[in-house]
């Protein structure tokens, strides 16, 4: 039994997950055609706030997708729902981001501004290459003057191209460290985004695939939703072994390949011991043991992480190798 068997959708992050900037990741794209073409729906769950579903879209027909809008979640649009809890028709919203984001805002009965001197009862901060420190004394100035302050999500880093850049997060921080007030958060790793995905495509049960533990993982876990860790973004072996009860993934796989393999058992992707590998605690490390030349780092790692979430577990694990396998392939984790 495949992976496909077990799901009716996907509901997937994209940065570092279905692609690195303008480049598809690995096996992505036949994965995620697989799968529709067995019936499982995908829906495309992004925290990146500076680009409209249309445009979202048509980048992924552009890596050779078959997806229209509808199947475009992104955290601006879950952020302008948010707003809509704190402002009435008509009112103005200083929006910090891209102009796809101040589309939404219009769109959803808003007056857009881009001046604390306009007197918006909201402050929208969603990211874009455009920001800078104008944009932000102008969100800061607003929020000091009462404004509700939203995030469309507080990603500290963006995978693109060339590696990681600054993320709306990062930018979030020095307007939260300038006024002292932590915004709420529309996009993951809240649940809002998944379920109102779930609703959408009229599903019972979805897998979220994603590349980020704090965000994509921590987000299906608080939406209640069985969830696959790739390593092909942000968060690799080590912040899994170090991962708190809410970021920790039901399945871990190197990408999603996985979801190709009709012969897979799917628990093989789980935390447990395989590859020949033991994995024991000893006081605060976990010592691993056996394997041979055949066994892969990735089987190492499910290894040592059925112990490292045994009982809750213990934050700040240390891995001890005790096999030159072991060995071989902890240093593959790096």
Sequence with gaps: MGMTELFDALLLDLDGTVWAGDTAIPHAVDAITAAQQEGVAPAFITNNASKSPDDVAAKLRGIGLDVESDAVMTSAQA???????????????????????????REAGFVPVTSADDNPVAVLHGHSPDNGWKQLSEAALAIQRGATYIASNLDSTLPMDRGF?????????????ATGVIPEAAGKPGPAMFELAKKNLGVKRP???????????????AAGMDTLHVLTGVSGPHALIDAPAEQRPTFIAQDMSVLLDAE????????????????????GAIVLDGGDESSTPLQALRTVLSVAWADGGERGDVVKPASDAARAATQAWW
Aim: aromatic share 2%; net charge negative.
């Design 79 to 105: 952020a302008v729902q948010l707003a809509a809890q704190h402002a009435e028709p008509g009112s103005a919203i200083l929006v910090v981001g891209a102009p796809s984001f101040v589309d939404l805002v």
């Design 165 to 177: 850049m600054v993320g709306n997060g990062s930018m979030v921080a020095a307007v939260t460290n």
């Design 264 to 283: 897979l058992d799917p628990d093989t992707l789980r935390p447990s011991a395989q590859g020949g590998f033991t994995a024991v605690r000893e006081g």
């Design 207 to 221: 897998l979220v695939v994603g590349d980020r533990l704090d965000t994509d993982i921590a987000g299906g876990v």
